[in-house]
C-alpha cells in the first residue's frame, strides 16, 4: 500500500487536534527549521498504520518510533516487518514511522509538578488541556484514518481506532504547541490503551517533562489522558527534540 500524506491532511488533523504546530502547518516556518519544508503529524502517522494493519481487535498499546520526517507530498509505502509495521519513503526507502501493537508499554509516571510550561525547560513542568470529544471530529478523524484503509473494518474497531487517533493528536498538540512548545520534534510515543472513548465525552490531557538531555536537546515525557471522573484512558510516555524551539535550554 502506497500512502503520501497531503498537506491538506496535515491541515485536517492540525483541526482535528489543535496541533497547528508550524513545523506541521506553515511551509515558511519549516522551511526555516531544521526539516526544511512541512513535515507530517507522528501522531497521524501512527494512526494510519494501525489502520494499515488491518485489525480484527482493538489494540492494547501502541508503540511507535519516528526515525526520520516524512514530508508532505512524498509517497510512503506500507511495509510488514517481523512483529511491527512500518512507513518507508517510496523514493530512498528510509524509514519514517515504525510501529508495534500489543507490545509491553514502561509506564513513565509523572514527577510532582514543579511548574507549568515555559522556557527553559525543567524537570517536572507540566502542560494541560480540556477538550470534548465531538461526534463531528469523532467522524472527520475515522474518515482521515480510512485513506490508510485496505480492508474493512468492524464499525466498533473503526470508531475505537479513530478515538485513538484522536487521543494521540490531544498528547501531540501540547507536546507541539507548549511543552516543549512550537518547533518540537515527535521521536516516540508509546500508549496504553487503558479505557473507551465515546463522543460526548469531556477529556484531560496532561503531559509532564521527566527527563532532560539539553547536550542532545531530547525531552522525556509522561502522558496522560483521563476522562471526567478521573479514570485514565490512555497512559505513557513520549520521547520529542526541542531543537527548533526557541530558548527550550
Given at each position: 500500500m502506497i500512502?503520501?500524506?497531503?498537506?491538506?491532511?496535515?491541515?485536517?488533523?492540525?483541526?482535528?487536534?489543535?496541533?497547528?504546530?508550524p513545523?506541521?502547518v506553515d511551509?515558511?516556518?519549516a522551511?526555516?527549521?531544521?526539516?526544511?519544508?512541512?513535515v507530517?503529524?507522528?501522531?497521524?502517522?501512527?494512526?494510519?498504520?494501525?489502520r494499515?494493519?488491518?485489525?480484527?481487535?482493538?489494540?492494547?498499546?501502541?508503540?511507535?518510533?519516528?526515525?526520520?520526517p516524512?514530508?508532505a507530498?512524498?509517497?510512503?509505502?506500507?511495509?510488514?516487518?517481523?512483529?511491527?509495521?512500518?512507513?518507508a519513503?517510496?523514493?530512498d526507502?528510509?524509514?519514517v514511522?515504525r510501529?508495534?501493537?500489543?507490545?509491553?508499554?514502561p509506564?513513565?509516571?509523572?514527577?510532582a509538578?514543579s511548574?507549568?510550561?515555559i522556557?527553559?525547560l525543567?524537570?517536572?513542568?507540566i502542560s494541560?488541556s480540556?477538550?470534548?470529544f465531538?461526534?463531528n471530529?469523532?467522524?472527520?478523524?475515522?474518515?482521515?484514518?480510512a485513506r490508510?484503509?485496505?480492508?474493512?473494518?468492524?464499525?466498533?474497531v473503526?470508531?475505537t481506532?479513530?478515538s485513538?487517533?484522536y487521543?494521540l493528536?490531544?498528547?501531540s498538540?501540547?507536546?507541539?504547541?507548549?511543552?516543549?512548545?512550537?518547533?518540537?520534534n515527535?521521536?516516540?510515543q508509546?500508549?496504553?490503551?487503558?479505557g473507551?472513548?465515546?463522543?460526548?465525552?469531556?477529556?484531560y490531557?496532561k503531559v509532564?517533562?521527566?527527563?532532560?538531555?539539553s547536550?542532545?536537546?531530547?525531552v522525556?515525557?509522561?502522558?496522560?489522558v483521563?476522562?471526567?471522573h478521573?479514570?485514565?484512558?490512555?497512559?505513557g510516555r513520549?520521547?520529542?527534540?526541542?531543537?527548533?524551539v526557541?530558548?527550550?535550554?
Amino acid at each position: 500500500m502506497i500512502l503520501t500524506p497531503t498537506q491538506s491532511d496535515l491541515d485536517q488533523f492540525a483541526k482535528l487536534s489543535g496541533d497547528a504546530n508550524p513545523i506541521h502547518v506553515d511551509p515558511n516556518f519549516a522551511a526555516n527549521s531544521g526539516f526544511g519544508r512541512t513535515v507530517a503529524h507522528g501522531a497521524m502517522l501512527t494512526s494510519w498504520l494501525v489502520r494499515a494493519a488491518g485489525l480484527s481487535e482493538t489494540p492494547h498499546s501502541t508503540s511507535a518510533m519516528f526515525p526520520a520526517p516524512a514530508f508532505a507530498g512524498e509517497a510512503l509505502e506500507v511495509v510488514r516487518e517481523g512483529d511491527g509495521w512500518q512507513l518507508a519513503r517510496l523514493e530512498d526507502g528510509v524509514v519514517v514511522c515504525r510501529l508495534l501493537i500489543n507490545a509491553a508499554v514502561p509506564i513513565e509516571e509523572a514527577l510532582a509538578a514543579s511548574s507549568a510550561a515555559i522556557v527553559p525547560l525543567k524537570v517536572g513542568m507540566i502542560s494541560a488541556s480540556e477538550t470534548v470529544f465531538e461526534a463531528n471530529a469523532a467522524q472527520a478523524m475515522q474518515d482521515l484514518q480510512a485513506r490508510a484503509g485496505g480492508t474493512t473494518l468492524a464499525a466498533e474497531v473503526a470508531q475505537t481506532l479513530a478515538s485513538q487517533a484522536y487521543m494521540l493528536g490531544l498528547i501531540s498538540t501540547l507536546l507541539g504547541m507548549d511543552l516543549p512548545g512550537q518547533g518540537t520534534n515527535y521521536l516516540k510515543q508509546e500508549t496504553a490503551w487503558i479505557g473507551t472513548l465515546k463522543p460526548g465525552q469531556r477529556l484531560y490531557t496532561k503531559v509532564a517533562v521527566t527527563r532532560l538531555r539539553s547536550e542532545k536537546a531530547l525531552v522525556d515525557l509522561s502522558t496522560l489522558v483521563q476522562n471526567e471522573h478521573g479514570e485514565a484512558l490512555a497512559k505513557g510516555r513520549a520521547l520529542v527534540s526541542a531543537r527548533d524551539v526557541k530558548g527550550a535550554f
